[in-house]
């Protein structure tokens, strides 16, 4: 496929629908999340640092084009609420794994993260989902395993409802075309969920 908007629309749909893991995921009700995500944009986990080093992240797994990426749809929020509730036990994985990525950037670029260019951002990324990120801490998280952490909330944060903290504007919903949680006499059809056909 050459077009970049149904390449990444697509990207998105078999990701959740076919990596089961992250369909359930996407699933799961957040309760203290989607409360705390009302309550307030400000952080709740995430030290400022942090946070910039994970949007930046976000950014790179779904960059923005002519549609919106994952920092305008605010998946950054959306981890920063879920890791101070419901995904708590990924808490310290962030620690140690942001920690991790300033060090590799640092290395390879001597510059921290946030602030390379994408091409270098995406550089640093391959060699973390690849493992194999010189200047990566030894110790008991491992760089694809912190990868593989945050390109899947990001997805879930592009794609849960907003009500979570992500998704902001519906910018994942329309990229794929989901038409949300309504309900109508008869439900929608597969292609209707996949925005293939219209509703």
């Known amino acids: 496929m050459t077009d970049p908007e149904l390449t990444r ?5 078999d990701t959740t629908i076919y990596g089961g893991g992250l369909w359930i995921s996407l699933s ?3 309760p203290n999340a989607a409360r705390a995500a009302a309550e307030s944009s400000r952080r709740a986990s995430l030290t400022e640092a ?8 976000t950014g790179r797994i779904i ?3 002519e549609q919106p990426g994952a920092i305008e749809a605010g998946c950054v929020n959306f981890i ?3 890791l101070a509730h419901e995904d708590a036990q990924a808490r310290p994985l962030y620690s140690l794994g942001v920690a991790g990525a300033e060090q590799v950037a640092q290395r390879r670029f001597e510059r921290s993260f946030a602030k390379l260019a994408a091409g270098e951002q995406d550089e640093v990324l391959i060699s973390l989902e690849q493992g194999s990120a010189p ?4 110790g008991p998280v491992s760089s694809a395993v912190f990868f593989a952490t945050v390109r899947a909330h990001t997805i879930i944060g592009f794609l849960a409802d907003p009500k979570y903290g992500g998704n902001r504007d519906f910018a ?4 794929v075309g989901y038409p949300g949680p309504r ?4 439900g929608y059809t597969p292609d209707q969920m996949l925005g293939r056909a219209k509703i």
């Not at 200047?135 to 030894?138: A, N, T, V, Y």
């Not at 994942?172 to 990229?175: E, M, N, V």
């Not at 309900?183 to 008869?186: A, D, E, P, S, T």
């Open 63 to 65: 960059p923005t084009d």
């Open 9 to 13: 629309r697509d990207f998105l749909r």
């Open 50 to 57: 942090e946070w910039i080093t994970v949007e930046a992240i």
């Open 135 to 138: 200047g990566w801490p030894e």
């Open 80 to 82: 920063d609420k879920a």
């Open 183 to 186: 309900h109508h006499l008869g």
């Open 28 to 30: 799961l009700p957040r």
């Open 172 to 175: 994942g919903w329309k990229l």
